[in-house]
């Protein structure tokens, strides 16, 4: 689903990735952990066309990023890793907007049951500058989700939503796998990954240092927190 | 508490190099030393036609203009603010989180925003006028000169201040009571002379220095700026405000117009944010007003202006403000993650810009008819939607989505008034030569389409 060849950006002097090589197969719940400052965000930016990279290449659905940045973004579902919707729509305004852009239709239902599952149907015709962090996030995963994409790619997907919430997601997010989706999704938070990940990659100062499945012989039967620690000092 | 002080001034600082880099930022002065010092190298040339009076009247109005728009961001720029930094991250609203008065806060972000204008605008500004009026043998008093515009500064700054206090406490009837004051100026001034202009007091000052005079000018910046601070208003949403879905009827009903989930939502941010309608009657209408009411006054001073060109020009520029207005509750960021481009929003911004540009179009219809000069309408509306029109291509192509705190970079500034000045200027002193010339102004809208293309072609190539 997604192929990344010899990847790199720079900002400046600043290397935020360094040469990387990526493959996350169709089907799977792959996870891109690392430390806060590792290029999780820059990977992500990357990978659905929002910047372009210094050098290497990007195919996402089999599409290159690089040429086609449109198609790969009407092709997939992006939550980006700040939440921000425009402040003077409301959430149920919001997705409405988002369903004229992606040219869909026929929504109500479908956005009825994003505010019932994610519990925010109260708060639906609240601006979205007034919303919680936490409202905002969950109407950040309903607009990602809303066109039904092979693909969705998350940067932090929990951040902001308290436990129940949390549960709701996460089940939301394995289950889409099993039906057929693939979802990356990025993380410094061990615990999700080891959780509900198939597919780990671990970057650390902008290298990918580890790539492999969940069960990798790598990682055997140890704690992750003791495995990323151990390739990340 | 220095402290709070020195951090604004330093939150003020990097928050506009954060923008466009220190050298950029830090370079904006010396633009201004320049502009000021080509206006007053012009009177060469415009000496003969308008007296040292006249130029004090000018400089002086100018500076209380500069003033009112540097309150006026304070007053309807918080959102804007608020949506690239968020409330938790400006020093304003470190009230919340410290054991500090609103007030104390508040006190200390007019000190701050005086002093920093003061070396951002004013001394530049007079510096260059008076070195470039010392070349070509005319001589100010540099230091009164510099104490009267900027005491013309601060009287705009604490008016507007004052205005944002009044409309902060009294919400829509401040829109009332504002625009009965308009219509009692527009019965003072009818019919009179330039001379009351002259009653400004910091130009009275200036010409006839005296204690008394130095006495109100102080109580016209103080007593304004004391009344804000007691009766200042913060409000903190306490709750949340719901609202019926409008976005889908209005998108519909413009659903034969490509964009119009966009106008739709420019709608609801206008009609939704802070101001509100306030923000077209402060920022347009009131202005064009006073524009129209003192143009009369100000034409004197320069004979043989026409003046519904000078009017359809000057509002053309003012439309253009417009465009600020559309650009600037959105960041790029938020729309980064659908599959949109930045030319996409540009021409989302535009296709709404051209609608609320019929408000100047219906204004400048209005008083041309008002005027006696229908069979000139076809002349003035052409050089309206002329000027309107390049004046966005230029800001779009310079600013893209960045508008009003892109100006404040030195380049980007001095490319502004290159690129508009002698255009517009040219345009009055065509009509000046014979009316009939001003049809030559729609040279001005294929150059403004090419702008714009390559303005599509420049920001398609940004990264956010």
Known sequence: MIIVTDLSKHFGNTMAVDGVNLEVRKGGLF????????????????????????????????????????????????????????????AEEYLYFVAKIRKLENLEEQCEWWFSYLDFAGQKDVLCKDLSRGTRQKLMLAQAFLHDPELVIIDEPLINLDPLMQRKVKDFLQDYVKRGGTVFISTHILEIAREICTDIGIIYKGKLVFSGRMDDSAIGSRPLEEFFLELVN | MFELFNSMMKEEWRMHSSFFGNRGFALFPVVIVAISMLLSLSMMIFGRIISQADVLLGLHYLLLFMGSMVGGFGLLGREVMNRRFSQASLLAYSSRTLPISERFIFSNFIVKDVIYYFFLYVLPFTAGFVAGAFIIDIHYSFLILLMTLFLSFCTGLSLVFLLSTVYANLGKKA????????????????GTGPEKLYVLPPLAMYIAPSVDLLIICLGLVLVPSIISIIFLKVDYPQFQKHYRNRFKGIAARLGFYGYSHFVAKEYLDLSRSEGGVGKIVFSFLVPVALIWLFLPQLLKLVPGLDILVVFAVVVGMMASSMYNWLVEFDMFSSYAFLPLTVPDILRSKLNSYSLLNVIPLAIIIITTV???????????????????????????????????????????????????????????????LNFHFVIASVILIPVALFVLKRSFVKWGKWEV
């Open chain 2, 175 to 190: 829109l009332f009571l504002i625009f009965v004051v308009s219509i009692v100026l527009l019965v003072l001034f009818q």
């Open chain 2, 370 to 432: 008002y005027t006696g000069r229908l069979f000139d309408i076809v002349h003035i509306v052409l050089l309206f939607v002329a000027v309107s029109m390049y004046m966005v291509s230029v800001t779009v192509y310079l600013t893209g989505l960045n508008t009003s705190i892109s100006l404040y970079n030195a380049g980007t500034f001095a490319g502004y008034v290159l690129a508009i000045g002698p255009v517009v200027l040219g345009m009055i002193f065509l009509a000046q």
């Open chain 1, 31 to 90: 996870g891109l952990l690392g430390p806060n400052g590792s290029g999780k965000t820059t990977m992500i930016r990357m990978l659905t066309g929002q910047i372009r990279p210094t050098a290497g290449e990007i195919s996402v659905h089999g599409i290159d990023v690089l040429a086609n940045p449109l198609t790969v973004k009407e092709l997939t579902g992006i939550v980006p890793e700040q939440e921000t919707p425009p402040s003077f729509l409301t």
